[in-house]
């Protein structure tokens, strides 16, 4: 099973500035098979990014990711007071058919 | 417009049984399958299987085979997962989120509001 990791664990930042997550793959992963979501406390996760770069509807182009193989980013390019949540990568396999997640990147206010 | 409504909160003691349904509505629900996740308290998400509401097939994560059984009603257009022998790690917010296909990505687009299920004696 692919495990995915996260880091840095924690990023403090202040709003206007670019956040660069990081999420790492235990063995190489299609792009296709790669999303990340923003979960803010209390809710329930939203879909930013599908497929390592498209952005999902309705997500602001602030919000970019790229990557490939084991190695994927999702950058924020000007933090608005909005964008500070927990941000999971996610992937699926065909073999075994699996869904896993990372373990979350707490972006907060510095 | 496309919503997930889950059932309210549990409190189930070791060892017992829980099942928590999930309501659909706004799209076809035989058309999209349907993943559970979870996630305890303060922690990451985790994934614990699909069902398939078209032909009932489901997929659990290897974690939980034996102890999670993922059903559905299609003439109410609700998913259900149940898990047993419930533990005091199971103690989690629950959630039905549906899958479904963004070029050739499968992501999961929809979350239903989460059930907080607590285990304790």
């Known amino acids: 099973e692919i495990v995915l990791t996260q880091s840095p664990g924690t990023l403090s930042l202040s709003p206007g500035e670019r956040a660069t997550l990081s999420c790492r793959a235990s063995q190489s992963v299609s792009s296709s098979y790669l999303a990340w979501y923003q979960q803010k406390p209390g809710q329930a996760p939203r879909l930013l990014i599908y497929?390592?770069?498209s952005r999902a509807t309705g997500i602001p182009d602030r919000f970019s990711g790229s990557g490939s193989g084991t190695d994927f980013t999702l950058t924020i390019s000007r933090l608005e007071p909005e964008d500070f949540a927990v941000y999971y990568c996610q992937q699926y396999g065909s073999s075994p058919p699996a869904w896993t997640f990372g373990q979350g990147t707490k972006v907060e206010i510095k | 417009q496309v919503q997930l409504v889950q059932s309210g909160a549990e409190v189930k003691k070791p060892g017992a049984s829980v099942k928590v349904s999930c309501k659909a509505s706004?799209?076809?629900?035989?058309?999209?399958?349907m993943h559970w996740v979870r996630q305890a308290p303060g922690q990451g998400l985790e994934w614990m299987g699909w069902i398939n509401p078209n032909s009932g097939g489901t997929n659990y994560a290897q974690k939980f085979q034996g102890r999670v059984t993922m059903t559905r009603d299609t003439s109410i257009s609700t998913a259900y997962m149940e898990l047993s022998r419930l533990r005091s790690d199971d103690t989690a917010v629950y959630y039905c989120a549906r899958e479904i296909e963004l070029d050739t990505a499968m992501v999961l687009d929809y979350w239903g509001q989460g059930t907080l299920v607590t285990v304790s004696s």
């Open positions: 706004g799209y076809t629900f035989t058309g999209y399958y």
């Open positions: 497929g390592a770069s």
